[in-house]
């Protein structure tokens, strides 16, 4: 059993900063990513970091911008959100595969085994 937490979102102006925070509890080594969802839209992915914490994959939208870590003593999952868009808002979820690798994870949410309840991000001025 894997439990997520999110953290950290909340009301930001466009090109400001966020850091999202995960604490897992429960077996850690699996891929774990980030997803984001708008009202009457699909979740999608956002990032994606496997078991290693060497591979990890980005969504072409935020690609240069957001930056996912996992800090494995601390048993946290991490998103780094800089210059951020009113197009990046969205309640965002933690994620975790259970598999070490994360394949296609990315861009089938189907393949999530746990879900946090999410944390909400808006980018407004």
């Given at each position: 059993?894997?439990?997520?937490?999110?953290?950290?979102?909340?009301?930001?102006?466009?090109?400001?900063?966020?850091?999202?925070?995960?604490?897992?509890?429960?077996?850690?080594?699996?891929?774990?990513?980030?997803?984001?969802?708008?009202?009457?839209?699909?979740?999608e992915g956002v990032a994606t970091i496997d078991s290693s914490l060497i591979d990890t994959n980005y969504a072409?939208?935020?690609?240069?911008?957001?930056?996912?870590?996992?800090?494995?003593?601390?048993?946290?999952?991490?998103?780094?959100?800089?210059?951020?868009?009113?197009?990046?808002?969205?309640?965002?979820?933690?994620?975790?595969?259970?598999?070490?690798?994360?394949?296609?994870?990315?861009?089938?949410?189907?393949?999530?085994?746990?879900?946090?309840?999410?944390?909400?991000?808006?980018?407004?001025?």
């Amino acid at each position: 059993e894997v439990r997520l937490v999110e953290s950290g979102g909340g009301l930001v102006q466009p090109g400001g900063s966020l850091r999202l925070s995960c604490a897992a509890s429960g077996y850690i080594y699996y891929c774990m990513a980030w997803f984001r969802q708008n009202p009457g839209k699909e979740r999608e992915g956002v990032a994606t970091i496997d078991s290693s914490l060497i591979d990890t994959n980005y969504a072409d939208s935020v690609k240069g911008r957001f930056t996912i870590s996992k800090d494995i003593a601390k048993t946290t999952l991490y998103l780094q959100m800089n210059s951020l868009k009113p197009e990046d808002s969205g309640t965002y979820y933690c994620a975790a595969r259970t598999s070490r690798s994360c394949g296609d994870v990315l861009t089938d949410p189907g393949k999530v085994g746990y879900w946090g309840q999410g944390t909400q991000v808006t980018v407004s001025s």
